[in-house]
């Protein structure tokens, strides 16, 4: 049993030695073997289970997965060392196979660096190298006296060395990337222009109570769900957008044309489709862009096209309807968030915002391609994996004051929280307390259809647990349905619900 345990901490460590320095050298070519992986994974994924990974994890399902793979490698790691006690060639056989595994994922990436195997076969070569310097001391290591003792500690020695010198690599090369931190200091450069219009919040949209989110969400709060695993490093420089397919002339981009366009202000919430009812992936920013619909009108749009298919940079894809991209909204190609350039988590140095759609069929980031086509022809990335092909944003709210489980202290207080449909606008939103009748909220002003909207209702709270149950109603007229419904396909439904205690 000793021995095996010691056959299994080599092969983890041989795995750790090697999965680091395929890290470091991933930094300084510019493609993270471990990134590859997860995002070949992240593309693999069935719909169920992006669901779960944001369900369990929220904006924290990328961590996840790089914990999860970096956790699969030590377990093979672990498998080899076992492996290597009956036959180290079957052993050497596992790692080179989880080496072009890797080289796989890397060179199938779209925006696969030039070296991009290096880093895996850097990987797979210090691993075979740990491997066969750790194993067979596993093997021989005494168990027993004086002499024995000191075998052993040598033993514990080389196996914790190999795998602390991996993961200082591993670290070393998350510092270096050069990558990030070029694309951070031109980010950091850019003084965008001014915009020819803008957008003034009024004075009763935020309506200042505690725990409400407010109604611009910072730019470190806002939410991010995409399939981007390696977030990635583009140099405004090189940026460039094509619009191809169905038009009449083909039109090319450059950043520095792109800047120099009359850029508009506006004021969009996004959201997320697998956001679940209640949930928090959605956010209100202040863009500042071009709109899409005069780069359409340049190229000239042919009458039997539906679609436009955006591509980013990472090979991501959305369909997105022709109608919310030509109409009288704001559909933009941003630059700015919030005052600043676009975060590069959040597509620096352009992205796509279009109100009134769900994100994965519109908000594509990092984008570099716009084909006009149509719906019979062409697939976004998440359609063929069973979402809807169109993905409108359905009326909904949350109760954000008070908060689920919260305890809250007896007598004159307030509920509040949010809802929105973007590009139809919310006329109200009611409350209904443990059952009770529906009572009308107050509104806060609306800064826009394309925004989401502050509600609150005065209560007086007496002592024991009560459930609060909201419902909006659109300017429609259409009130927000009761039927619950899953994320998939098309977005969450279902009136949000909290049980608080007061005393």
Request: hydrophobic share 50%.
């Amino acid at each position: 049993m000793r021995t095996r345990a010691r056959a299994a901490a080599a092969g983890a460590a041989s795995a750790a030695f090697g999965a680091g320095l395929g890290e470091l050298a991933g930094a300084l070519v510019g493609a993270s073997p471990i990134a590859a992986v997860g995002g070949a994974l992240i593309d693999l994924a069935p719909p169920w289970g992006k669901d779960l990974a944001i369900a369990l994890f929220g904006t924290g399902d990328k961590a996840a997965l790089v914990t999860a793979v970096a956790i699969a490698l030590l377990l093979i790691g672990a498998g080899a060392g076992l492996l290597a006690r009956r036959s180290m060639g079957a052993a050497q056989a596992l790692v080179v196979v989880l080496g072009l595994v890797g080289a796989v994922a890397a060179v199938s990436r779209a925006d696969a660096a030039a070296l991009a195997v290096v880093a895996p076969a850097v990987g797979a070569g210090a691993t075979l190298l740990a491997l066969s310097l750790l194993a067979p001391r596993a093997v021989t290591a005494p168990s027993a006296d004086d002499a024995a003792g000191t075998s052993r500690r040598t033993f514990l020695l080389w196996t914790a060395g190999a795998a602390a010198t991996g993961a200082l690599a591993a670290v070393g090369g998350w510092a270096l990337q050069t990558g990030a931190r070029a694309a951070t200091a031109v980010r950091a450069a850019i003084t965008l222009p001014r915009a020819t219009t803008t957008v003034s919040v009024p004075a009763g949209a935020d309506l200042g109570i505690p725990q409400l989110a407010p109604v611009i969400t910072p730019t470190s709060d806002f939410y991010r769900i995409d399939t981007a695993l390696a977030v990635p490093q583009i140099d405004p420089a090189t940026w460039h957008l094509r619009i191809h397919g169905k038009v009449d002339t083909e039109v090319e981009i450059g950043w520095d044309e792109l800047l120099a366009l009359p850029l508009e202000e506006s004021v969009t919430t996004l959201t997320c489709v697998s956001n679940e009812v209640g949930g928090d992936l959605i956010g209100t920013a202040r863009w500042l862009g071009y709109p899409i619909r005069h780069l359409l009108s340049r190229a000239g749009v042919q009458a039997d096209a539906d679609m436009v298919l955006s591509t980013s940079i990472d090979g991501f894809t959305a369909g997105t309807p022709l109608e919310a991209l030509t109409d009288e909204r704001n559909a933009i190609l941003a630059v700015g968030m919030n005052g600043e350039p676009l975060p590069i988590a959040h597509g620096f140095p352009v992205r796509m915002v279009v109100p009134g759609l769900y994100g994965y069929v519109s908000a594509t980031k990092w984008v570099t391609d716009l084909e006009v086509t149509r719906f019979a022809d062409a697939q976004g990335y998440w359609t063929p994996r069973g979402w809807s092909e169109r993905g409108p944003i359905k009326l909904a709210s949350r109760i954000d004051v008070p908060r689920r489980g919260d305890t809250v202290a007896a007598g004159d207080t307030v509920i509040a929280g949010v809802a929105w449909q973007q590009h139809v606008g919310v006329r109200g939103v009611q409350v209904q307390i443990d059952g009770g009748d529906w009572q009308d909220a107050t509104l806060a002003t609306a800064i826009s259809p394309d925004t989401w909207v502050q509600w609150s209702l005065p209560w007086r709270a007496t002592a024991g647990p009560h459930t609060i149950v909201a419902r909006a109603i659109g300017t429609d007229g259409q009130p927000q349905t009761p039927t619950v419904a899953p994320p998939a396909p098309d977005g969450a439904t279902g009136w949000p619900r909290v049980s608080v205690s007061v005393t």
